[in-house]
Structure formats: C-alpha cells, structure tokens
C-alpha cells in the first residue's frame, strides 16, 4: 500500500524481475490471502509512513488514467455516458481473485466510472512480485501505469483490502495512513488486524465526484487540442 512513484516501465520491470529471482515468497503462496495473518511477513508499518508517500505519484497515474479513458470516450461519443476504466490482470495470476473482488467493491460503491477487465489493451495492469517496499501503484509518465501487489505485504495484510486500496489511487484518492480502517485509504496505518475492504462515504462520494468533473474537463481538454 505505498503511494504512487514515478519510474520508469523497465527500471521497474528490471527492479520486479531481480527481487523475484531473490525473493523467497511464491505466487501460489499468495493465494490464500483471504484475512490478515502477522506470520513472518516482513511488510511493516514503518514502509508504509513518512517518505515512502508521494501524494505527486498518486495524482500523476489517476491523471494518466483519466487521460487515457478521455481518450477513448472522445474517440467514441457513444461511451460518454457510461465511464469505463479497463485493466489487465494477466501479469497477476497468483491475484486474479482480489482483483476481481477489489473490481467488484468499487463498482458496487461508486456510480460514475466502473471497472472492467479485458485481456488487451488496457488503461492500467496488475504486477506481482516481491519487493521489499511493499505494494504500489505506479505510472510510467508516460499515460500508462500499474498496480504492483507484493507477495509478503498481501500475506501480512488483508489481500483483497491492499488490492482495492491500490485500485483506489487509479481512481483519484491519496494515501491517508492515520485514518481509522473504516478508511480504505488509511491502507496498512490501522495495522494488520484490520480487514476493511470497502471505501467509507467520503471516499465514495469522492471518485464520483472526480470521475463527473474531472473526466468533463479531460474531454474538453482533448477537444480544443483537436
């Protein structure tokens, strides 16, 4: 559940493929994730506190995002009233049930923009992999971006919990770490006792709020450069 950070796509693919090669935790080790488990998980608050936030990289990939579905809505009019974000999971076998729990969340709490998966092209994708800061969310800066999900922190922590407050940066909402764990973006501070998985009112009333606005402005954008 670490903020968003802007690399690049092949200093971080470079990055996941070396700590998968060292790393001891296995994809199907990740898969029985359903609660949160202490075990000898090394994910720990102090990764997720203090200057592992970058609230800069957070606001960078949903605008990317954003920019890319704008994109796709001012190419076919018709979408417009029906805001799709897609992504791709198929980097993220070991996590395919989270991500579609986490895709099911959101689009049961929000009504302005929904998630679908899709095996081409998509807006974001999902990663797996070990990496000792944990879980993120990342944009190449260049309109695409990722979710990377860390074996250890989604067997410390709440799998489907860190899936969906992941996915909630791709929607527009920063990290919040000294929120109570009603709060999904509160991520990893209420510690791994806590197993919320659903976004609070605030939260929801704030992606609606952003996906309404914010898009109209994203379009608007794209039709006076045209």
Same mark, same amino acid.
């Given at each position: 559940?670490?903020?968003?950070?802007?690399?690049?796509?092949?200093? =971080?693919?470079?990055?996941?493929?070396?700590? =998968? =090669?060292?790393?001891?935790?296995?994809? =199907?080790?990740? *898969?029985?994730?359903?609660?949160?488990?202490?075990?000898?998980?090394? &994910?720990?608050?102090?990764?997720?506190?203090?200057?592992?936030?970058?609230?800069?990289?957070?606001?960078?990939?949903?605008?990317?995002?954003?920019?890319?579905?704008?994109?796709?809505? &001012?190419?076919?009019? %018709?979408?417009?009233?029906? $805001?799709? $974000?897609?992504?791709?999971?198929?980097?993220?076998?070991?996590?395919?049930? *989270?991500?579609? %729990? &986490?895709?099911?969340?959101?689009?049961?709490?929000?009504?302005? $923009?929904?998630?679908?998966?899709?095996?081409?092209?998509?807006?974001?994708?999902?990663?797996?992999?070990?990496?000792?800061?944990?879980?993120?969310?990342?944009?190449?800066?260049?309109?695409?971006?990722?979710?990377?999900?860390?074996?250890?922190?989604?067997?410390?922590?709440? %799998?489907?919990?860190?899936?969906?407050?992941?996915?909630?940066?791709?929607?527009?909402?920063?990290?919040?770490? %000294?929120?109570?764990?009603?709060?999904?973006?509160?991520?990893?501070?209420?510690?791994?006792?806590?197993? #919320?998985?659903?976004?609070?009112? #605030?939260?929801?009333?704030?992606? #609606?709020?952003?996906?309404?606005?914010?898009?109209? @402005?994203?379009?608007?954008?794209? #039709? @006076?450069?045209?």
């Amino acid at each position: 559940m670490k903020s968003s950070r802007t690399r690049l796509t092949a200093l =971080a693919l470079g990055l996941g493929l070396a700590s =998968a =090669a060292l790393g001891t935790a296995s994809p =199907a080790s990740a *898969q029985a994730t359903g609660s949160a488990t202490s075990g000898s998980a090394t &994910a720990s608050y102090a990764q997720y506190a203090g200057s592992a936030e970058n609230a800069a990289g957070n606001k960078a990939f949903f605008e990317a995002v954003m920019q890319s579905v704008a994109e796709r809505q &001012a190419a076919q009019p %018709s979408l417009q009233a029906a $805001v799709t $974000v897609y992504y791709n999971a198929s980097q993220a076998p070991s996590f395919r049930s *989270q991500i579609s %729990s &986490a895709a099911s969340i959101w689009n049961s709490s929000v009504s302005n $923009v929904k998630l679908q998966a899709t095996s081409g092209s998509a807006d974001f994708s999902f990663r797996e992999g070990n990496d000792s800061r944990g879980s993120y969310a990342s944009t190449n800066g260049h309109g695409k971006g990722y979710i990377f999900l860390d074996y250890a922190q989604n067997r410390q922590y709440d %799998s489907i919990r860190v899936t969906a407050h992941e996915t909630g940066h791709v929607l527009g909402l920063p990290d919040h770490y %000294s929120g109570p764990c009603s709060e999904l973006m509160s991520g990893g501070g209420p510690g791994p006792s806590c197993t #919320n998985r659903y976004p609070n009112a #605030n939260e929801r009333a704030r992606v #609606n709020q952003l996906w309404a606005n914010g898009l109209a @402005k994203a379009l608007n954008k794209l #039709n @006076k450069a045209h």
